[in-house]
Nanobody, 128 residues
Framework: QLQASGGGLVQPGGSLTLSCAAA?????????VGWFRQAPGKEREGVSC????????YYADSVKGRFTISRDNVKNTVYLVMNNLAPEDTAVYYC??????????????????????WGNGTLVTVSS
């Protein structure tokens, strides 16, 4: 029900925008949304999550100031704009949402989990 796209190969310092489109029946405007990533040999990491519970957006320290999450309610799509990419950003990126409305904050979703719908992954490779 979630389709992620936009990954690819980019040089260090470059930019990419990931998109996550929701199928009909899942209205992202109503739910918490987030982007997560998993690098080879590492655990999944919450990159950025937003919840209307506190209206705040969480960003992992490693991406603060470089990544921006946004949502287009008309297109029912969530984006992750990634600037100044570094090799350590190389990972498979996943979008997710919580349709059960668990009333967690964005930081809780990203740090502890709670999303119940996951999109396919899209690979981001940062390399020269």
């Amino acid at each position: 029900q979630l389709q992620a796209s936009g990954g690819g190969l980019v040089q260090p310092g470059g930019s990419l925008t990931l998109s996550c489109a929701a199928a009909s029946g899942v209205t992202l405007e109503y739910y918490a949304v987030g982007w997560f990533r998993q690098a080879p040999g590492k655990e999944r990491e919450g990159v950025s999550c937003f919840s209307s519970v506190d209206g705040k957006t969480y960003y992992a320290d490693s991406v603060k100031g470089r990544f921006t999450i946004s949502r287009d309610n008309v297109k029912n799509t969530v984006y992750l704009v990634m600037n100044n990419l570094a090799p350590e950003d190389t990972a498979v990126y996943y979008c997710a949402t919580d349709t059960e409305i668990s009333y967690y904050t964005g930081s809780f979703y990203c740090i502890h989990g709670g999303m119940n719908h996951w999109g396919n992954g899209t690979l981001v490779t940062v390399s020269s």
